[in-house]
């Protein structure tokens, strides 16, 4: 099945979104998303339907949150 161009835009818009936020940390920041148990997007739910921001981020900023309050 093609890829919409809508699911196309919203690939892009992470993607911008991911690099444009963390630089050379977004590859890390995008291993973290997980399987969303849908047809699309396969991977990184989305936290709003609006705007390109995805789980993973969430779980990044709690693990730098985690190294620099518990060590």
């Not at 690939?11 to 148990?37: C, M, N, P, W």
């Not at 995805?54 to 693990?63: K, L």
Request: with cysteine; aromatic share 12%.
């Amino acid at each position: 099945m093609p890829i919409e161009t809508a699911q196309l835009l919203y690939i892009v818009k992470v993607a911008e979104h991911l690099s444009t936020s963390y630089g050379d940390k977004a590859f890390k920041v995008a291993r973290l998303a997980q399987l969303t148990g849908k047809r699309w997007p396969v991977v990184g739910r989305k936290l709003h339907d609006d705007y390109p921001y995805i789980e993973a981020e969430v779980c990044n900023a709690f693990a730098d949150w985690l190294k620099i309050f518990l060590l």
